[in-house]
C-alpha cells in the first residue's frame, strides 16, 4: 500500500512563491509514477504537472510552464512542486499522486485515471 502525504500549502500574495511536498511511503519512488494536480471547488480534479515514466522527463499543464517545477528527492523519497510568480488562478487543493506501478501510456498520465494512489491534498491560496 503506498500511502502520500503532502505538507507546504498556504496563502501568498500574487507573484510570490510556494514549495509543496508529498512523501511517499510504501513503495520506492523509482517503482512509481509522480504527478500533482489542483482542484477549486465544484471543479473536476486537472492536472498540473508529472513525471513521464521511466524517466525524469516532465510535463506542464500550459498554464504554469516556466512557473512551475516538479523534481523528486529519491534518498527521501519525496515529490515536490516549486511554485513561482503564483497568480490566483492557481487557487485549490494540490494533490500529490501516485500510479504504482507504473503502466500508463504517455497520452493518458494526465488524468487522474491514471493514478491508483492519492494524498489527502495542501490548500494553497493566492490573493491579496
Known amino acids: 500500500q503506498v500511502q502520500l502525504a503532502e505538507s507546504g500549502g498556504g496563502v501568498v500574495q500574487p507573484g510570490g512563491s510556494l514549495k509543496l511536498s508529498c512523501v511517499v511511503s510504501g513503495r520506492a519512488l523509482r517503482d512509481c509514477r509522480m504527478g500533482w494536480f489542483r482542484q477549486t471547488p465544484g471543479q473536476e480534479r486537472e492536472f498540473v504537472a508529472a513525471?513521464?515514466?521511466?524517466?525524469?522527463?516532465?510535463i506542464y499543464t500550459d498554464s504554469v510552464k516556466g512557473r512551475f517545477t516538479i523534481s523528486r528527492d529519491t534518498a527521501k523519497n519525496t515529490v515536490f512542486l516549486q511554485m513561482d510568480s503564483l497568480n490566483p488562478e492557481n487557487t485549490g487543493v494540490y494533490y500529490c499522486?501516485?500510479?504504482?506501478?507504473?503502466?500508463?501510456?504517455?497520452?493518458?498520465?494526465?488524468?487522474?485515471?491514471?493514478?491508483?494512489?492519492w494524498g489527502q491534498g495542501t490548500q494553497v491560496t493566492v490573493s491579496s
Open positions: 513525471f513521464t515514466r521511466g524517466s525524469t522527463h516532465t
Open positions: 499522486a501516485a500510479e504504482a506501478p507504473p503502466r500508463s501510456i504517455l497520452s493518458s498520465i494526465r488524468f487522474t485515471t491514471s493514478y491508483n494512489y
